[in-house]
């Protein structure tokens, strides 16, 4: 069993920066992000493959957010910078056990989720 533990959550001004760590219990194929705001769904952020480093972005972040992992910590992180109103969410760290984890961007295929840390980007 993979228990993926988020930390790094918090309130931020617009334009800020804050980074999400997610340590896991164990290796898996990929590792990713994926947020979901009050009254939406949830939505893809990033992901990262453990052994390659290839990483896939939403649109929304590309360019602000950038998500890597140490392997000897089995850790991921996510740099969250130039941070927007529409950026505040819950955000959920999650860990598949396959390469569709990596390119899919889709919750469905993702085997083992976080609690969630909250991130809160004031105007």
């Known amino acids: 069993q993979v228990q993926p533990v988020e930390s790094g959550g918090g309130l931020v001004q617009s334009g800020g920066s804050l980074r999400l760590s997610c340590a896991a219990s164990?290796?898996?194929?990929?590792m990713g992000w994926f947020r979901q705001a009050p009254g939406k769904e949830r939505e893809f952020v990033a992901t990262?493959?453990?052994?390659?480093?290839?990483?896939y972005y939403a649109d929304s972040v590309k360019g602000r957010f950038s998500i890597s992992r140490d392997n000897d910590k089995n850790t991921v992180y996510l740099q969250m910078n130039s941070l927007k109103p529409d950026d505040t969410a819950v955000y959920y760290c999650?860990?598949?056990?396959?390469?569709?984890?990596?390119?899919?961007?889709?919750?469905?295929?993702?085997?083992?989720w976080g609690q969630g840390t909250q991130v809160t980007v004031s105007s």
């Open positions: 999650a860990a598949g056990k396959t390469s569709r984890a990596v390119v899919s961007r889709r919750g469905e295929v993702m085997d083992y």
């Open positions: 164990a290796l898996t194929y990929a």
């Open positions: 990262i493959s453990w052994s390659s480093g290839s990483t």
